[in-house]
């Protein structure tokens, strides 16, 4: 069964950065996009950023400029670089991908905190 592993979160201060990875893995499978969303207490769940297999990027316009996705096909594996981190970027980050197995699914990681102290 297909999983999604997050690694990378935790505490820092405004203007700081971290970097966040997800592996995909379990089975045989194909990945077509993989990406990240946050959901902030109180707030619905958001897209931050998404690459597709062909390397299109999205971002969220709120962290345009200071966050980089980016992904290595041959590890599964998308990564989330985060720089000039503000207190409003405080919130769970959750890895996202879409997956063909015998069927094309979208699959959730179990999430990872980050916090940004002022």
């Known amino acids: 069964q297909v999983r999604l592993v997050e690694s990378g979160g935790g505490l820092v201060q405004a203007g700081g950065s971290l970097r966040l990875s997800c592996v995909a893995s379990?089975?045989?499978?194909?990945?077509?996009?993989m990406g990240w969303y946050r959901q902030a207490p109180g707030k619905q769940r958001e897209m931050v950023a998404i690459?597709?297999?062909?390397?299109?990027?999205n971002y969220a316009d709120s962290v345009k400029g200071r966050f980089t996705i980016s992904r290595d096909n041959a590890k599964n594996t998308v990564y989330l670089q985060m720089n000039s981190l503000n207190p409003e970027d405080t919130a769970v980050y959750y890895c996202?991908?879409?997956?063909?197995?015998?069927?094309?699914?979208?699959?959730w990681g179990q999430g990872t905190q980050v916090t940004v102290s002022s």
């Open positions: 996202y991908a879409q997956i063909f197995t015998t069927y094309l699914g979208a699959y």
């Open positions: 690459i597709m297999s062909e390397g299109k990027i």
């Open positions: 379990g089975g045989a499978f194909s990945i077509n996009a």
